[in-house]
């Protein structure tokens, strides 16, 4: 899939274009690639974790603290209201030897998240699983699903980055010099987090 990188402002722009490309010839002018990569989102902070199980599960805000007030009592989760993205020592050892025996040495990465904002509480962690050992907890299929979430989450932030190679195409159009379509896309050389 190739497009011009200018837009037309009306439909006879664009009527116009598309009849002096007929039987037109099309050559690759330019290849170019380059490498990327993505890295992985923080842990989970409230109103991050309200967001995600917004968008993910369907979740509204008081039943995702509902869930989370729950979880948090019987143990399997930090203190759920937090602006916090910190981990523990303690929590960053144990997600790097749960990454390590689930995927290999070469997916941890610990790392180390601070919040944008001055006065956030930083005396509570990021949400996250009381012990990255446990992989399900929760007494219904809502809390189930809610500590899925950030059980990976937590577990992804200290992941390696995913290694992408991005190529852009500049495709030529023989009978409109000057004229350029491009073609783009990313192939994932490691899969990272």
């Not at 997916?107 to 050992?133: C, L, V």
């Not at 189930?144 to 390696?160: F, G, H, P, V």
């Amino acid at each position: 899939k190739a497009e011009l990188p200018q837009r037309f402002a009306a439909e006879p722009e664009a009527m116009a274009f598309l009849q002096s490309c007929i039987g037109a010839g099309y050559t690759v002018a330019a290849v170019e690639k380059k490498p990327g990569k993505r890295t992985p989102a923080a842990p989970f902070t409230t109103s991050t974790l309200q967001q995600e199980a917004s968008r993910k599960l369907g979740y509204g805000v008081d039943r995702t603290m509902r869930i989370a007030q729950g979880l948090y009592e019987q143990g399997h989760i930090t203190y759920m209201r937090t602006d916090s993205v910190n981990l523990s020592e303690q929590a960053v050892a144990a997600a790097a030897e749960q990454i390590t025996a689930q995927y290999g040495a070469r997916y941890s990465k610990s790392r180390r998240f601070t919040g944008k904002s001055k006065g956030a509480q930083e005396a509570h962690e990021a949400i996250r699983p009381a012990d990255m050992k446990v992989r399900t907890a929760g007494n219904d299929r809502d809390a189930e699903r809610l500590y899925d979430l950030i059980w990976k989450r937590t577990l992804a932030s200290q992941m390696a980055d995913a290694e992408l190679e991005k190529t852009v195409v500049d495709i030529a159009i023989s009978t409109r010099p000057g004229d350029a379509l491009k073609a783009q896309g990313e192939v994932i050389l490691f899969d990272g987090f």
